[in-house]
């Protein structure tokens, strides 16, 4: 067997090459050249998690962007609605205001209107009651020749007046056409 | 029957002279073995060298570097976990060096006139070296991290007091024994696979002047020397891998213990 009988002989030769070209191995190529086929493995895994990475980050990004935007929009929107809603209010107090000035208008002229309605119709009666009196007093002297006093004549129509008041109380301020005729 | 008194099977381990060289009283000749770790080397150097070419997108023999590299990173990581890291250089020179030793004895270089391939694998003044160095390093490493509580590396947990002396001397023993198996495992495997295929190459060529019954023979040697080929090609592999995996086991008991 050589490897016995030659062991003596060969066996520096064999333990210095051996160091040298195993060292040869371990320090240029396992040391020195694998870093670098390693970091080529490497490099694309780190590449797609520095993507993944940045990828995120944008769509962090993005989403913090959209919720402050939405904030803003909800915030503006709420100020749009008070603001129409102010402006509503106010618009409807003015309105308010308006119609109710114009109603105060209106029934001031109505009252005005109606005292001067009651005044002709107070005017119109104690006329009437004159011109009545004097018919009244006439159409007596005419028919019986009593020459009848203005005081009773007139007290006489007021009665009457008075009755008519009575049989219709509801239209006692509106002049009356059959009183009149 | 002359020709087959030539072969001598053992004749292929034979170390021969290229360029003597004599380093004060040691023989430090260049010889045809250190010849083989020289190829050995060159080859690997450009195998690795091919798989340089940093591409993003791996090429074919790149694919193959990172393959290789990939797998010792996993066995290392594996067996030893993140703190083997270190020890990954080492692991990997051990593995591509056996590997391209053990596969380089195979090549049919014979057919070439002047050459004969040799595994400088199957010497044991190589392959104990290796051994020695892997188990120096398991020695030192674990010195190196747990002083001298490194020894309780012989007696394992839950052994019983009584027993303590007789189990830490058998585990003293299988410790001891280590550089012995992992040096002894690759030669024999080599040098087996080696003789059979000499042995079973000379039946052909000896079969070849018996006649019909010799060529019989020559063809079933020829057949089984087919298998042999193959199954030393695994051989070849498995051995690499075995050498490199239990350094990567004995590197892990020294570096976590236990």
């Known amino acids: 067997m050589p490897q016995i009988t030659q062991l003596a002989e060969v066996f520096a030769s064999q333990l210095f090459w051996l160091a040298i070209f195993f060292g040869l191995i371990f320090f240029v190529i396992a040391r020195g050249m694998l870093p670098k086929v390693r970091s080529t493995i490497d490099d694309p895994d780190a590449k797609v998690a520095e993507d993944l990475k940045q990828a995120q980050a944008a769509r962090t990004g993005a989403e913090q962007t959209e919720a402050a935007w939405r904030e803003r929009m909800d915030a503006t929107r709420q100020d749009a609605a008070r603001l129409a809603q102010e402006a509503k209010l106010a618009s409807a107090r003015e309105t308010e205001a308006r119609i109710k000035e114009a109603l105060d208008e209106i029934d001031a002229r109505v009252e005005r209107a109606r005292l001067r309605i009651r005044d002709a119709v107070a005017s119109a009666r104690v006329e009437m009651e004159v011109v009545a009196t004097e018919a009244a007093q006439q159409m007596v002297q005419q028919l019986t020749g009593i020459k009848v006093d203005k005081k009773e004549a007139s007290r006489a129509i007021e009665a009457q007046l008075a009755e008519v008041h009575l049989a219709t109380p509801q239209r006692s301020e509106m002049p009356s056409k059959h009183i009149v005729s | 029957m002359a020709v087959q008194g030539k072969i001598d099977p053992m004749h292929q381990f034979a170390i021969s002279p290229i360029a003597p060289l004599h380093l004060g009283r040691y023989d430090i000749s260049f010889t045809t073995s250190a010849a083989w770790m020289l190829v050995a080397f060159l080859l690997i150097f450009g195998f690795v060298a091919l798989g340089m070419k940093r591409e993003l997108v791996p090429g074919r023999w790149q694919a193959a570097v990172e393959g290789v590299t990939g797998f010792v990173d996993d066995m290392v990581r594996v067996n ?27 090549l049919p270089l014979a057919i070439l006139p002047g050459l004969h391939p040799f595994t400088t694998t199957s010497q044991f003044s190589l392959t104990g070296v290796l051994a020695v160095l892997s188990f120096s390093i398991v020695i030192i490493v674990g010195f190196w991290r747990h002083g001298l509580h490194f020894f309780s590396l012989f007696v394992p947990h839950g052994t019983p007091a009584v027993m303590v002396p007789l189990i830490a001397a058998i585990e003293f023993i299988s410790f001891m024994v280590r550089p012995f198996s992992l040096g002894l495992r690759l030669f024999v495997a080599m040098i087996a696979g080696h003789i059979l295929m000499e042995v079973f190459g000379s039946f052909i060529v000896s079969g070849l002047h018996g006649g019909a ?46």
């Open chain 2, 213 to 258: 019954m010799g060529l019989g023979v020559s063809v079933l040697s020829f057949l089984f020397i087919v298998f042999v080929v193959a199954l030393e090609l695994l051989m070849c592999v498995i051995q690499a891998y075995v050498f490199a995996l239990l350094t990567t086991l004995y590197l892990n008991d020294a570096v976590n213990l236990h």
């Open chain 2, 80 to 106: 030893i976990g993140p703190e083997g890291k270190k020890f990954t250089p080492y692991i990997f020179s051990l593995f591509v060096f056996i590997l391209v030793s053990n596969l380089l004895g195979l």
